[in-house]
């Protein structure tokens, strides 16, 4: 009923920048809350940044001061902006976002993620 679709993946150099973009579409009535995730092989699902539908962003603490989330609600975007790379960012990042579907029920739904591959 509902899906993501994340873009903007791919190779960067240390130090660079990639902007990534997710799309939801679907039978919306309301998208609520946003969110980037990220997951490195090994490791946890870890949660980057959340927007709420009136724009008010946060931003973990480990990506603060190089990340930035927004979007546009118009066109069902989220946005996350990467800057100051590092090798560690690597991971395959995921899109989130919290949906009131015309069947009246709100839920999570989750892109397929990119991956990021930030080399030295």
């Known amino acids: 009923q509902v899906q993501l679709v994340e873009s903007g993946g791919g190779l960067a150099q240390a130090g660079g920048s990639l902007r990534l973009s997710c799309v939801t579409s679907?039978?919306?009535?309301?998208?609520?809350?946003m969110a980037w995730y990220r997951q490195a092989p090994g490791n946890q699902r870890e949660l980057l940044a959340t927007?709420?539908?009136?724009?008010?962003?946060n931003v973990a603490d480990a990506v603060k001061g190089r990340f930035t989330i927004s979007r546009e609600n118009a066109k069902n975007m989220v946005y996350l902006q990467m800057n100051s790379l590092k090798v560690e960012d690597t991971a395959v990042y995921y899109c989130?976002?919290?949906?009131?579907?015309?069947?009246?029920?709100?839920?999570?739904?989750w892109g397929k993620g990119t991956l990021v591959t930030v080399s030295s």
């Open positions: 989130n976002a919290n949906v009131l579907t015309s069947t009246l029920r709100t839920m999570d739904y």
């Open positions: 679907g039978s919306i009535v309301r998208i609520n809350a």
């Open positions: 927007i709420t539908s009136g724009g008010r962003a």
